[in-house]
């Protein structure tokens, strides 16, 4: 964990990868299927849960709130608290690494007439809390301390009766949107929120399986608008979390950039705002073949098979952004395998996940011998097919799962190894991915 000593790691050039893979359940559906479960009157039964440190904390969360959760065989059970009926927790949460966990409860107890303290590591403490705090606020929620910019640690005191509201989200966060649709659960009234970019949409597909009323309508500007009836009764459902595509980027990448692989990912959700990373490695020239189409619990899925491929740079559509917000850093690591130039631009809110992707992501870039220019928020990066002279450098990951994984992707194709200086992290998202990946041949060490 974060507050234990850093653990480098390193990726050698791999043969060919093989194999099939299931990688863990989606990150965004498991925080949202304990928070809500932990919230609906009655069982919630969860299957497919990511087990990763984030997740689990958000539980932990729920649970200090009033919640039953528990693992019983392969199964995750919420008993919730009914919706309206969170109680104050006693002591602060914590929620480590997540900002999807912390964004979300902020949302979730804004509207509660009670005092919530937030706490996190040192990510998480630098990234900024006003986002959500600034909607909140105007439903009557209150700050009654916080550090310089709106970071953590934070208390909350949430209004007597909170007022419902337009909110037109400023910057395309999925984080933001949901906060606000979570307050509005125990808010009277309709609270309508607008976003002019498209971002995930689970919170508003898990909620209205939950049954919450829930409108949302695209006006003619493309602007989405979501009406959500306050106070809903929130009931107990079956979830079933289907393979987290922003984890399966990574043995999809490493199987395309290791000559000769051949490689299935299984279950993959294929939520349309969620794929712009395979769009964007097809248009490269991408061998990847979609398999098996299918519903599962509500939430289309696929199996792929992906081979090794002969890519080429491209410039990825600004308006792609949220769909593969955070695939860039593994998008990075496949253009600099690419013939020419990849352009990524409209990547501001890569600067505030769990560390600055952006100059992440070009250090390590640059540490490892590619070609590439960081502008304020676009990323050039000049391939090198075959990764011939690339490596030999290592990786500052600043505490961020994405950035650590991404290398070790790199290393399995790279002339010289490529290192990365801590692989801790790389629990709160995806804790077998060590053994996932050298099952497929990856050499890590
Ligand atoms: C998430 C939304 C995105 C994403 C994060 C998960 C979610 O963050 O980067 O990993 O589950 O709602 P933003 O809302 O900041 O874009």
Request: hydrophobic share 40%; net charge negative.
């Amino acid at each position: 964990m974060h507050t234990t000593e850093p653990r480098p790691m390193s990726a050698r050039r791999s043969d060919a990868l093989s194999g099939r893979a299931r990688v863990p359940g989606d990150k965004s559906i498991s925080h949202r299927a304990l928070m809500f479960g932990g919230l609906a009157a009655g069982e919630t039964r969860i299957t497919g849960l990511l087990e990763g440190e984030d997740v689990l904390r958000t539980g932990e969360a729920m649970k200090a709130m009033g919640a039953t959760i528990e693992k019983r065989g392969d199964e995750w059970i919420a008993t919730g608290t009914g919706n309206g009926a969170l109680l104050e927790p006693e002591a602060p949460l914590d929620f480590g690494n997540a900002g999807t966990g912390v964004r979300l409860t902020m949302g979730l107890v804004g509207s509660y007439d009670m005092t919530t303290r937030f706490i996190g590591d040192a990510s998480l403490s630098k990234r900024p809390m006003g986002r959500v705090l600034d909607p909140l606020k105007e439903m009557g929620l209150q700050v009654l301390s916080a550090e310089p910019g709106d970071r953590l640690p934070i208390t909350l005191r949430g209004p007597k009766h909170a007022a419902p509201i337009s909110y037109r989200v400023p910057m395309p966060s999925a984080q933001v949107k949901s906060a606000v649709l979570l307050a509005a659960l125990n808010t009277p009234g309709v609270t309508t929120v607008i976003e002019p970019v498209a971002t995930r949409d689970h919170t508003e597909k898990m909620l209205a399986g939950f049954g919450a009323a829930l409108e949302v309508e695209t006006d003619a500007e493309g602007a989405r608008h979501i009406r959500i009836e306050g106070q809903p009764k929130l009931i107990g459902q079956t979830i079933a979390v289907p393979a987290d595509p922003s984890s399966a980027a990574f043995p999809l990448v490493a199987a395309l950039i290791v000559p000769g692989s051949d490689v299935v990912i299984e279950s993959m959700l294929m939520n349309p705002t969620r794929t712009g990373l395979v769009t964007t490695l097809m248009e490269m020239g991408a061998d990847i073949e979609i398999l098996e189409r299918r519903n599962e619990g509500g939430e289309d899925v696929a199996d792929l098979r992906v081979r090794g491929s002969e890519l080429k740079g491209v410039t990825v559509p600004e308006d792609r952004a949220p769909s593969m917000i955070d695939e860039y850093p593994v998008l990075a690591v496949a253009a600099s395998f690419a013939e020419g130039d990849t352009l990524m631009q409209g990547l501001e809110e890569l600067r505030v996940k769990e560390s600055d992707r952006l100059s992440a992501v070009a250090e390590g870039l640059k540490a490892n011998g590619v070609d590439c220019e960081e502008g304020e928020a676009s990323l050039r990066v000049t391939g090198r097919p075959g990764g011939k002279g690339l490596g030999g450098g290592t990786v500052k990951t600043h505490l961020d799962h994405r950035i650590a994984m991404s290398f070790l992707v790199m290393g399995l194709a790279t002339e010289k190894p490529v290192t990365i200086d801590d692989q801790t992290m790389i629990a709160t998202s995806f804790p077998d991915f060590t053994a996932l990946m050298t099952r497929l041949g990856a050499m890590l060490d």
